[in-house]
């Protein structure tokens, strides 16, 4: 089957190298032409805009930054929409606002094309096993005959409702995180400053309640130093500015993650934007003095 990929950064490369590995043909296209150059050497074919892609396939993938770059791929000029057939269906698996999935999908379905928001977690390391959670919405039977493609990448794939849930609940998912890193970060912070080691910190707590699936992918890169994305903190930071205008649409108030984004946001000021978010850390490190 011919597959379209457009977005080949740190999730796309290996989520795309991934499906060729199981044999799938793919059309890829980015504006970065190195990352087109690795995915072409391993078996894709390049294509030159989104157009192109969907011309020439009935699945296209998406794996862009946010919900202007979606809009712009799949609906501006050389857009994915001016290429696809009726009856295709787009994946989108980029992390954006769920008003924005709701009003893409709207649009494409006056053309007669599907569409799924479908996010993921997991980060670089899960992508590169293929490993990844993807958090589905959409309809039904779409899900269905786009499931196998999904797993491909994924540990787990679950339909969470209507298009937009996907990334409703990848909004969740980036609270949960957020919050585990701000309290990893406090904590080790503490730790050093009252004079006991991180490392036996992280190794005596690791498994007790507080241990988490965060706690062990970011602790060792911070007492590492290694502060390399990963998952950039521009990235984290539009994903809570999609948190908190979705909640505040709903009427909820979410005073934690409000002040965790303050903090990734007075890190990006100081230049830290492109390093990875467990660089929050060093928002504590400075208040603390270390
Ligand atoms: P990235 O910035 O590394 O990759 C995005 C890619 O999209 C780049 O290669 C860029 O050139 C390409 N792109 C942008 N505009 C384009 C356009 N108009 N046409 C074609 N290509 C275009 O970002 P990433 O880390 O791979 O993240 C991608 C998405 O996945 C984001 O929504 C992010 O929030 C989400 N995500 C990232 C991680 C992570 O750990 N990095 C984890 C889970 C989810």
Do not use: W
Not at 45 to 50: C, F, S
Not at 86 to 96: F, V
Not at 159 to 175: E, P, R, W
């Amino acid at each position: 089957m011919k597959i379209g990929f457009i977005g080949l950064g740190i999730m796309g490369k290996p989520m795309s190298k991934n499906l060729l590995k199981k044999g799938y043909d793919l059309v890829v296209c980015d504006v970065v032409q190195s990352a087109v150059d690795e995915v072409v050497q391993c078996g894709a074919t390049l294509a030159l805009t989104p157009k192109d892609v969907a011309s020439q396939t009935d699945i296209i993938i998406t794996m862009l930054p946010n919900s202007p770059q979606v809009k712009q791929v799949v609906l501006g000029k050389d857009g994915i929409v001016e290429g696809a057939k009726p009856g295709a269906i787009i994946i989108d698996m980029s992390s954006i606002s769920p008003l924005v999935s709701r009003e893409v999908a709207m649009k494409l379905a006056e053309s007669g094309i599907e569409m799924l928001d479908a996010p993921v977690s997991g980060g670089e390391p899960k992508a590169i096993d293929g490993t990844l959670s993807v958090m589905v919405g959409g309809k039904r039977h779409v899900f269905d005959s786009c499931y196998d493609i999904m797993k491909t990448m994924a540990g787990s794939v679950v339909l969470t409702g209507d298009i937009g849930a996907g990334n409703v609940t990848k909004l969740a998912n980036q609270i949960i995180v957020a919050i585990n890193i701000a309290g990893m970060s406090e904590a080790l912070v503490l730790a050093a400053k009252a004079g006991v080691q991180p490392e036996l910190v992280y190794q005596a707590i690791r498994g007790g309640l507080a241990g988490s699936t965060v706690f062990d992918a970011k602790a060792p890169l911070v007492m590492d130093r290694k502060f390399d994305p990963g998952f950039r903190i521009n990235l984290h930071i539009k994903d809570l500015n999609n948190v908190m205008d979705t909640a505040h649409g709903v009427g909820v108030p979410l005073p934690m993650t409000a002040a965790v984004m303050e903090m990734m946001q007075a890190l990006k000021v100081d230049g830290m934007g492109d390093d990875d978010h467990g660089s929050l850390i060093r928002y504590y490190e400075k208040m603390a003095q270390v």
